[in-house]
């Protein structure tokens, strides 16, 4: 599923109230409509308003398409998708997200998108708290065809971050992908236990770049934008993923987040299968997101 498919609910929205525009005054009934409908996909009250304030300065009476004009301002709104990985091998991420967010399915669907670019990933299963994490870390991996290091339940998330470390030097993999745990009882012990994981890198692979990779559900709504703002404040994020783009989800939440944390966004998943996690592209979101592609 493509992001057209997957934004059909907040498109239909706002095409509604961009196609009353088209060629009329952005008066305030119709500023009003639109920026209801950017509320309804989950935008926000302030970036809807926002929104709708830019697009009154730049819109003139007649002659130009409300939905290219709406569809700038959205892009323009999205931080620029993190460049690709090019420090010493292997490159590691930590995932981290809420319990329910597609954070472990999302760690199987990024390293088979890996091993399809030729590169060579592992996983780590170092979600150790939940349980079936690893049975269904194990699962998802032998879908994708890339090795596992997993220990048994409940066992220290960083002993297996370190074993997936060494192992990946030994067979001189490009890639380490951690699912890690989600709960997140307080800031304080979210980032105890990243400090931990990030000092095991270290004990392994020297002085190493580790990204954190912030997981969140696309229907998660003004929760999800909490749940961002609480991991960039606890875990020092360095993206995110997003997933459960599915046609059901609202897509203007991602305008909330990127409004209140800054972060870029790296691919978005779109369904349940493994090919069903693509790379982020701003404007194609956007042009999507008021009707346009």
């Known amino acids: 599923m493509g992001f057209f498919q997957a934004l059909a609910k907040t498109r239909d929205r706002l095409d509604r109230a961009l196609r009353k525009l088209a060629g009329n005054r952005l008066g305030d009934e119709a ?15 302030v970036v809807a308003a926002g929104l709708v304030e830019r697009l009154k300065e730049i819109y003139p009476e007649r002659g130009a398409d409300p939905g290219e004009l709406l569809a700038g301002l959205v892009a323009g709104m999205l931080p620029p998708v993190p460049p690709p990985y090019d420090g010493p091998p292997p490159e590691v991420l930590l995932l981290v997200g809420v319990n329910g967010t597609g954070k472990t ?6 390293a088979a998108r890996y091993a399809r670019e030729g590169k060579k990933v592992l996983l780590a299963a170092a979600d150790t708290y939940r349980a079936a994490a690893g049975e269904q870390l194990e699962v998802w991996a032998a879908r994708a065809g890339v090795p596992l290091v997993r220990h048994s339940g409940g066992g220290d998330p960083a002993a297996v971050l370190f074993d997936a470390l060494e192992a990946a030097k030994a067979r001189r993999m490009d890639a380490v992908i951690a699912d890690t745990a989600g709960r997140m009882h307080t800031r304080d012990h979210l980032m105890r236990e990243l400090g931990k994981l990030r000092r095991v890198v270290e004990k392994s692979l020297g002085a190493h770049p580790v990204e954190t990779v912030l997981v969140l559900d696309a229907g998660g709504g003004q929760n999800g934008v909490l ?35 800054g972060l870029p966004v790296s691919h978005v998943g779109t369904g349940e299968r493994l090919e069903d996690l693509e790379p982020f592209d701003p404007i194609k979101f956007a042009r999507a997101l008021v009707g346009l592609d």
């Open 31 to 45: 500023a009003g409509e639109l920026e209801e409908a950017l509320i309804l996909a989950d935008a926000g009250p």
């Open 105 to 110: 399915t999302t760690a199987a669907k990024l």
């Open 227 to 261: 749940q961002a703002r609480a991991f960039l404040e606890g875990a020092g994020c360095d993206r995110i993923v997003l997933t459960k783009l599915d046609g059901t989800s609202k897509g203007g939440f991602l305008l909330a987040v990127a409004a209140e944390t």
